[in-house]
């Protein structure tokens, strides 16, 4: 059985050869391929070999075509600053001066910035992995986008203040956020998995995640579907126990649920959904072997009798971790 059986088999509820892991392994990889992280971020070939890499080194069940969380607002039109060795930051955002989005265009995923590069990743990965290994590719989610054109003060007044031009945006964010997610299926990605930490009850209360990001982020789940996606993965790390039981409703296939939320409650909220987490990311820099070790077996234990788990961190393991922790949680699966 592949890792590709295996993961299908974990969402449906069957029985795999053994449970799935996926460490959330992006930066990490440059890192131990000894690759300049800002360069991995901009060249889609050496993401791809530092994926391909990390993945013969660890055996995992899937490899990442993502680079950071300002693809798209990069192509887009915000101002990005770039440091040696670190995630960009934005230095200026495209709707900073208006809310008017019709100054914007949908970018074309083929042509603009670094989406051509990203797609670049993730057919040289199905080129060389075929189904092997799950493939995934990344979009953001809609409030995500919304807030990295505006600036997260701007958005969240503006959801206040001016609720349709609020919508207006999100609705722009959803059709960038589908479009780029269908290239990346047509390029081989077997999903795109969908990053919407911005919807985290961290940021905007469990009713407006009912009322306005639900129904747009169930939009772009139906439209991968139809294109083919092999599932639906919704990421939003943190203390999401308040969305969780929405899930299902917009057609997620995987939920990612974080250390803030333990597996008995995730497992309650969503007793028919694959779950994947949720060992907190910062234990690959400060925890032992043997104690990831010992948190993954408590996972494993905690999931024996339901099925539908598919272990990993909480959220992206740190680049700086220590390999051998990474190599101890896959371990634990074996």
Known sequence: MNAIEGIMKAINFETPDRTPVIPQILGHAAIISKVPLHE????????????????????????????????????????????????????????????????????????????????????????????????????????????????????????????????????????????????????????????????????????????????????????????GAAANWLHIAGHTGSILSYYPEMGVDIANFDYYVTPLKAQKLLPKTCLDGNIKSLCFIEATPAEIASKSKKLLDSFANRGGYILSSGCEIPPESNPENILAMVGATK
């Open 40 to 227: 991995y971020l901009r060249d889609g070939e050496l993401l791809a070999r530092c994926q391909i890499n990390a993945y013969q080194h660890y055996r995992y069940d899937a490899v990442f075509a993502l680079m950071d969380v300002c693809v798209e607002t990069e192509a887009l039109g915000s101002v990005l600053e770039y440091k040696k060795n670190y995630y960009p930051l934005i230095k200026k955002y495209a709707l900073s001066n208006t809310t008017n989005h019709e100054v914007l265009s949908i970018p074309d995923p083929y042509q603009t910035k670094r989406m051509p590069e990203l797609l670049k990743a993730i057919e040289i990965l199905k080129a060389e992995l075929g189904d092997e290994i799950l493939i995934l590719g990344c979009v953001l989610g809609p409030m995500t986008l919304t807030v990295q054109l505006l600036g997260a003060e701007r958005a969240l007044y503006l959801a206040i203040d001016d609720i349709d031009k609020f919508c207006q945006i999100l609705d722009f964010s959803k059709t960038v956020s589908l479009k780029f997610g269908l290239a990346q299926i047509e390029m081989g990605a077997h999903l795109p998995l969908v990053f919407e930490p911005s919807g985290s009850p961290a940021v905007v209360l469990h009713q407006f995640f009912r009322e306005f990001i639900l129904p747009r982020l169930k939009e772009i789940f139906s439209g991968f579907k139809k294109a």
